[in-house]
């Protein structure tokens, strides 16, 4: 630990709470801290520690060896609520995990803060004279790392399957969220190589059987190499929940395949994801998704609501 | 505490994880406790506590006094990570809190171990011979309670809009698992009054006006009593994240209505939740609701799933 850890952690001097999330056990805070001779704005991200296995392995030896003390608090028929506190002596987990930025700027600020969301319920009216020419002014290299994908420029050690039509092919590639072992958390990405689909908006009949080998190929990748049951052979039943997003946050047609027991994701929403086995269902049954009114969660500072409210919509 | 707890809780001996949240900092453990003279199986459910207000309030006061410990684990430009260990001192805030079931039947042992989850693909033949026979041979009994709500002999306190139109009337009450109070959760649900929709494959042209009048019902509801900001005249934007579930756990239609800040629910996940919006839009399309294939995330032990296996799908 230098000396500047010493000096510049304790001096952080909280102003106010910018967002706690109780579920996680984490909360951002705005404070202040001593840099360069100044007072300068600072983030602290804190966030409870999760048990460990040594935790975990302690619990082997009774309660009382891994509690310093315990308090019960309540007691019904079979059911005992007790709270627990653990050791402070330093060999133990901490209960703890910071992360001080310092100095903060607005953006820094804004991205730790509670983003106010809003449900945009998009008509084809509105898709068609503010998303579409919005999506259409984004500068391409914003997908340049897309590009590096699929030709095989960055991540090639990580594809993990390689369908090299240019109408009907894709790249599947683990997501960058994912551990790479957590089972239940499996996460993969299919980026197709067809650049003329940005959105969910742009598929039609023709591209079912670019739906349906992606969905084949992701179920087949994650039975044989990572293990999750197979599909059944009528395809009534999967191992994977696997969608779109629309909005998207990068505009190239692209297919989340996630484990149906990752739970967790917030990218999974209702209002952000729509199932690929739902968008195959009503592209066969004739629906135009040009004409289909489309209802999505922006964030307050997402660049698409600046536009729409611009436009006149979502005041 | 009576000397029942203090002999009670040091007992339990660890012998297997049956389910850990990472995320949530929680996990359930199985065991064996003392009962009766007996060694009998029993649950242990532990989660870390969040950080106190009162926590939070000494963070004012500085680190070095909040945290017994402090030790930087990295630094990189604007960036500091530490771990932090409170103190064990029994006037803070508990570390731990925790569940003890004793002793625990296989039932409780089920419901507390990870759940396997499966995608089911269900196509209009699957619903026709399967999930329709076995929704209506399901007892009435089960939704009772929805019946007393309607009937204003359960719940009348709670009602915050209340349609007695047969047809298209509704009841508006605050979910059971809000704690009416946090405006990033909102969740209120809607109850239908028409006994004859059961779930979102019922649904036709002519239930677009019910559809249309909870969701103004329920945005009126969160702006006027809750603050929620006001959905905008054109229909473009709203506060509120509306969806139906497909599976529902109950079959007498309702309509989720939630806050769209609350994004960690794990009933708003696609593949569980279809969007009001996107419901309406695609009955307005002309989209037969029996017709679609509509996919769904079960777990492992639901009925439904029972009976789709032995009718020989999703095997």
Same mark, same amino acid.
């Not at 579409?132 to 095989?152: D, R, Y």
């Given at each position: ?25 984490? *909360? ?5 801290? @001593?840099?360069?001779? $100044?007072? #300068? ?6 966030? /409870? !520690? ?95 790392? *897309? ?5 095989? @420029?960055?991540?090639? $050690?990580? #594809? ?6 240019? /109408? !009907? ?147």
């Amino acid at each position: 630990m230098g000396a500047e850890a010493k000096t510049s952690l304790p001096c952080f001097e909280l102003e106010r709470i910018l967002y706690e999330d109780p579920r996680a056990k984490s *909360v951002n805070l705005l404070g202040q801290c @001593e840099h360069q001779g $100044e007072r #300068v704005p600072a983030l602290l991200l804190m966030e /409870k !520690t999760h048990f460990t296995p040594a935790f975990l392995a302690s619990l082997q030896q009774g309660l009382e060896h891994t509690f310093s003390h315990l308090e019960q608090i309540g007691q019904n028929d079979i059911y005992t609520w007790v709270f627990g506190w653990t050791s402070d002596q330093v060999h133990t987990d901490a209960h703890t995990k910071m992360s001080l930025i310092c100095p903060a700027n607005s953006d820094l600020i804004a991205k730790y803060s509670a983003p106010e969301r809003r449900m945009i319920i998009e008509t084809p009216h509105m898709y068609e004279t503010v998303t579409k020419p919005w999506i259409e002014s984004l500068p391409a290299s914003k997908v340049t790392w *897309v590009h590096n994908i699929l030709n095989g @420029e960055s991540e090639r $050690e990580s #594809v993990l399957y390689n369908d090299e039509d240019p /109408k !009907t092919g894709f790249v599947l590639v683990p997501d960058l969220k994912w551990d790479r072992r957590t089972l239940s958390s499996l996460y993969m990405v299919a980026i197709v190589r067809d650049g003329s689909l940005t959105n969910m908006r742009d598929l039609t009949k023709d591209h079912i059987p670019l739906l349906r080998k992606i969905q084949k190929a992701g179920a087949q990748i994650a039975h044989e190499k990572y293990g999750l049951p197979a599909p059944s052979a009528d395809g009534s039943s999967s191992s994977l929940r696997c969608f779109l997003h629309y909005m998207p946050t990068y505009f190239h047609l692209h297919v989340h395949l996630m484990s149906a027991n990752f739970t967790t994701h917030p990218g999974a929403l209702v209002g952000q994801a729509q199932l690929v086995d739902d968008v195959i269902s009503l592209l066969e049954l004739g629906v135009d998704f040009r004409q289909r009114t489309i209802g999505y969660a922006l964030a307050d500072g997402h660049k698409l609501l600046a536009a729409l409210q611009q436009a006149g919509f979502a005041t």
